[in-house]
């Protein structure tokens, strides 16, 4: 990536007083899981966004991006949810959010450039907002933990946004470390790494950027959320998290419809392979984590209903060109597969990706391999 001062100067015509960085993110296994306060299991991307800032006394925050065209600015007098055009949606929240909790934050100029694939499902938006939270209180001289980061741009999300987002990609972004799975308790927010030594083990994670434009998600995902809050209710419990696998059978049989019963079914069974996953990786048995991980796609795809053809797809062509495990990373609707396949398959499965989707007439993928890779940090 280019320097970020130097694309600032470029851009303002002064230099920068900070730069901060943050990661995209891939979730291992555990999905739909945080809102419901359960268990998940991500690793930071090497791919990373950053964004430059500068000092401004006037109240304004003018925000441009290399990705999109045009300056978008706001004034941080009366700053509220809707007040703000899409272009700026996401650092206004961050902003936002600091100011709501009683944080001093001035004007500045910001630029942000990512490597992150967009609308890929990585987490480009938690990063965004990670950055920016980062970046307004670098300039004024405090800097928030990292789990406090994750929760002020949850924040942001859910209350400016509109998003009604878990703190799983958050918290990936902000925690995650070179080399290991974030092992996240979404009710206690306890996090541990746990070993993923892909090279040690002779293992690739092969990553499927299907480039399927994501549909209806935030509508989709909020419905999901809801049924599972609802179902919790009738349940008698906080949360979904609190009906285990050893329970679940008695737990269904409570509910009233079948759809309500498959997003239980998909929660409950996801929490489990979350905490298998973490067993055998501290075993040393990541060949066995494979399975898993098609379960949890079989899962997403019949019980919750997030999969989509070109996923779908991807998944099967993975398989059967070898690959351990595959499944859908991220909200769902499109997005990426990730799949384990030794290191020797990397080259015939990411082929075999190509020949299905040129079979089926849909778009060229992106493939790559990913490393687990360092959480966000101030980089001048």
């Not at 007040?83 to 500045?108: F, I, N, R």
Request: glycine share 10%; proline share 5%; hydrophobic share 45%.
């Amino acid at each position: 990536m280019t320097d970020p001062a130097q694309q600032f100067r470029e851009a303002f015509g002064r230099s920068p007083d900070g730069v901060w960085a943050a990661p995209g993110r891939i979730n291992l296994i555990g999905e739909h899981t945080d809102y419901n306060d359960g268990f998940a299991l991500p690793i930071a991307l090497p791919q990373r966004l950053t964004a430059a800032a500068g000092r401004r006394d006037d109240g304004l925050v003018r925000v441009r991006s290399l990705q999109f065209p045009g300056v978008h600015e706001f004034s941080l007098e009366g700053l509220a949810p809707g007040s703000v055009p899409d272009g700026a949606l996401y650092q206004a929240g961050a902003v936002w959010a600091l100011l709501k909790e009683g944080h001093q934050v001035g004007g500045m100029d910001l630029l942000v450039n990512s490597t992150i694939p967009t609308g890929s499902g990585l987490s480009t938006s938690a990063a965004l907002c990670c950055a920016t939270v980062l970046a307004a209180a670098g300039l004024q001289g405090f800097e928030p933990s990292p789990a406090e980061v994750a929760r002020l741009a949850q924040r942001a999300e859910n209350d400016f946004v509109g998003m009604p987002c878990g703190i799983m990609d958050q918290s990936a972004v902000m925690l995650a470390e070179r080399g290991r799975a974030l092992f996240l308790d979404c009710r206690s927010l306890e996090t541990s790494g746990e070993p993923f030594d892909l090279a040690a083990w002779g293992l690739s994670l092969l990553v499927v950027d299907t480039r399927a434009p994501r549909r209806l998600v935030e509508g989709a995902y909020a419905e999901r959320r809801a049924s599972c809050e609802e179902a919790a209710r009738l349940l008698g419990v906080a949360a979904l998290r609190d009906v285990g696998a050893d329970t679940l059978g008695a737990a269904l049989e409570r509910l009233p419809d079948e759809r309500t019963r498959a997003r239980v079914r998909h929660v409950v069974s996801e929490n489990d392979r979350v905490l298998q996953t973490v067993e055998l990786l501290r075993a040393g048995r990541a060949r066995e984590v494979g399975p898993l991980l098609t379960a949890s796609h079989r899962s997403l795809r019949d019980d919750y209903e997030v999969s989509v053809a070109e996923v779908d797809t991807a998944v099967e062509a993975v398989l059967s060109a070898g690959a351990l495990g595959a499944r859908i990373t991220g909200g769902g609707f499109g997005g990426c597969v990730i799949a384990l396949v030794d290191a020797e398959r990397v080259d015939a499965c990411g082929e075999a990706v190509r020949v299905a989707f040129a079979e089926r007439g849909f778009g060229s993928p992106e493939v790559f391999t990913a490393l687990p890779s360092q959480g966000a940090r101030r980089l001048l």
